[in-house]
């Protein structure tokens, strides 16, 4: 992000830890992938350091490098956009938080695995403060809450996914995590491709947490350095 202006309240960091900014309102994803982009650019030029964003988005459909067609089920009026992230298709809108992680990997670990590993232990991290037990599942993108209790022997939901991409080890998009969106939302696509009638999908509000996005916001930056930065530790300069 050039500069936040009105769209962002960034927090100023020095050089050990992110630049964290959140957005004020929900922004379109057309923009919001060209000020990552450039942020990405900027990185990798050292004119900027690593950043994490905050944000909602307008609502929209993108579609992962693995998308198939036939898992978008009912579009409607939403747009599509393809996206160059690893995953399928994927529902973003009001309700959802979206985390943009612009991590340089030249100053940390160039390791993909071992970066997904971080990022899922940070998630689940930040929920596991906000009372839910979530985590990921061999096999199935993302992090998901068993629901066997509620829904029957098997039952799990996903709330939050991920959808990472790197550019020169610098990485970019990121992870969702549902606050309190419309889930009938995701009937629009078959999420992660999965046509099971064990798997659903979940929300903070769903889980009956009260947990706000304000909530989330804090989980999340109270558990980056315990999770990311003690698995990809960063190199001064």
């Not at 990798?44 to 350091?49: E, H, V």
């Not at 929209?60 to 579009?75: F, K």
């Not at 696509?189 to 996005?213: Q, W």
Request: proline share 7%.
């Amino acid at each position: 992000m050039g500069s936040p202006g009105e769209r962002y309240a960034a927090v100023s960091a020095d050089d050990t830890a992110p630049e964290w900014a959140t957005a004020t309102a929900p922004r379109p994803y057309g923009p919001a992938l060209r000020d990552m982009e450039r942020r990405v650019e900027a990185i990798l030029a050292a004119r900027a350091g690593e950043a994490i964003w905050l944000l909602e988005h307008e609502p929209v459909l993108t579609a992962g490098t693995s998308a198939e067609p036939d898992e978008l089920r009912d579009p409607g009026d939403l747009p599509v956009i393809r996206v160059g992230r690893g995953g399928r298709y994927t529902w973003h809108g009001p309700g959802q938080r979206i985390v943009y992680i612009m991590l340089d990997l030249n100053r940390r670990r160039q390791d993909v695995r071992l970066l997904v590993r971080a990022l899922e232990a940070w998630i689940a991290a930040a929920l596991g403060e906000l009372g839910v037990g979530a985590a990921p599942r061999e096999g199935r993108v993302g992090l998901w809450v068993d629901r066997s209790a509620d829904k029957g022997p098997g039952c799990e939901d996903k709330i939050a996914a991920l959808g990472i991409r790197l550019r020169r080890w610098v990485t970019y998009h990121g992870i969702s995590i549902n606050v309190a969106p419309d889930l009938a939302e995701f009937g629009r696509i078959l999420p992660c491709g999965i046509d099971d009638p064990r798997y659903g999908v979940t929300s903070l509000a769903d889980l009956g947490t009260g947990a706000s996005m304000a909530d989330l916001d804090a989980a999340l930056k109270a558990t980056f350095s315990r999770t990311v930065d003690r698995l990809l530790p960063r190199a001064p300069r």
